[in-house]
């Protein structure tokens, strides 16, 4: 299929056609009306005395001069005449394109035709076709994550429903005590799930978020810190190994990060011990959670980054998650130009997960997630 021509291609050829044309036909006209007045005057003659030959000389002068001019008069408006058509004409292909976009409802992200739009409009619309495309995966984004969203709290809400109804209608202290109990531990998982959803959507949303120079170890203490009531009640042991290095990024996203990380393993790994490691490796900083518990299948290990995804080895017993922990982390890793990886072994118990994140650079400025 031959390319259609570009619209500088199509001016400049339009407005060269009427501007010979109209140039053509003025030529015509004025050859035409001097040439009679010629012959007028050849096949009449002036009077042989010098008046009456001034005043024919004037006469014949006069009406040359008016033949000569209204060609030109006529030409002005009939060239601007058709090069507002010419020009209409070539930029017909824009406002097809825009009956296109008009008529298109809200919610038709389909790609608008390229194929027969001139070469500058081109990138125009491919641009905003590649804007449909995200602005469609988006929606789907936020459909799929309302219905599991709505999907997963359902599981509590009823839940706390039911061991409501089993309060109300027990006689006996000792089980309407237990009932009780288990409505806040439905309430604490609804809590933590509302929260988690909270932190995905801010995430989805890809806000951009200041940059600044953070150090890794002080927020490690932190996170360590905040985790260790929930360390001694499951009997495990957090280690801090030494080290630190410092990456740009935001302070409470990294935060958010590793104390996922660090929670996702006093959750579902059942270890004794769970450590924290920061090293440097060339460009990169390198942040490490290591645990001995159950470990994860290795047929499991991309499930689990998946959102509303857990291992089947998680332990449901507790007070379970809500499947959105490593989701969060790969999130704010690909927000700060990182990577995570997953691995078990297969000899053994215990999972390794690995963040690798960019040193920070002196004089480099930017925003997560710009």
């Given at each position: 299929m031959k390319p259609p021509l570009s619209l500088r291609t199509r001016l400049v050829g339009l407005t060269l056609l009427a501007v010979a044309l109209v140039w053509l036909l003025t030529a015509f006209v004025t050859w035409r009306e001097a040439r009679h007045e010629l012959e007028e005057l050849l096949a009449h003659p002036p009077s042989t005395t010098a008046a009456h030959m001034a005043k024919e000389r004037n006469e014949v002068a006069g009406e040359i001069a008016e033949h000569l001019l209204k060609p030109m008069l006529y030409a002005l408006p009939a060239l601007a005449l058709l090069l507002v058509v010419a020009i209409g004409f070539a930029l017909g292909p824009l406002r097809q394109l825009a009956r296109d976009v008009a008529e298109r409802a809200p919610d038709r992200l389909d790609p608008l035709p390229v194929e027969t739009l001139p070469a500058e409009v081109r990138p125009l619309v491919a641009r905003l076709n590649s804007l449909f495309a995200d602005i469609m995966r988006?929606?789907?984004?936020?459909?799929?994550?309302?219905?599991?969203?709505?999907?997963?709290?359902?599981?509590?809400?009823?839940?706390l429903k039911a061991q409501a109804q089993v309060a109300l209608a027990s006689i006996d202290a000792a089980e309407r005590q237990h009932a009780l109990t288990q409505i806040l531990v439905g309430c604490d998982r609804a809590t933590h799930l509302v929260?988690?959803?909270?932190?995905?959507?801010?995430?989805?949303?890809?806000?951009?978020?200041?940059?600044?120079?953070?150090?890794?170890?002080?927020?490690?203490?932190?996170?360590?810190?905040?985790?260790?009531?929930?360390?001694?009640?499951?009997?495990?042991?957090l280690v801090l190994a030494d080290g630190d290095a410092r990456v740009r990024g935001d302070d409470a996203l990294l935060q958010a990060m590793l104390r996922n990380l660090v929670d996702n393993a006093l959750r579902h790994s059942g270890a004794s011990q769970i450590e924290v490691g920061i090293l440097r490796h060339g460009q990169q900083a390198v942040l490490t959670v290591n645990d001995d518990g159950r470990g994860i299948p290795a047929t499991e290990l991309d499930a689990v980054q998946q959102r509303f995804r857990r291992g089947a080895s998680a332990d449901f017993s507790s007070a379970s998650g809500s499947g959105l922990g490593l989701s969060i982390v790969k999130r704010i890793v690909e927000l700060h130009g990182g990577s995570l990886d997953i691995s078990s072994p297969e000899s053994g118990g215990g999972v390794s997960l690995r963040v690798t994140l960019p040193l920070a650079l002196a004089g480099r400025v930017d925003s997560v997630g710009s």
């Open positions: 988006a929606l789907e984004n936020e459909r799929r994550f309302t219905a599991d969203a709505a999907h997963e709290l359902r599981t509590p809400l009823a839940a929260a988690q959803l909270l932190t995905l959507a801010r995430l989805d949303a890809d806000t951009a978020h200041p940059m600044q120079v953070v150090a890794l170890r002080p927020i490690a203490e932190e996170v360590l810190a905040m985790s260790a009531g929930d360390a001694i009640e499951r009997h495990c042991e």
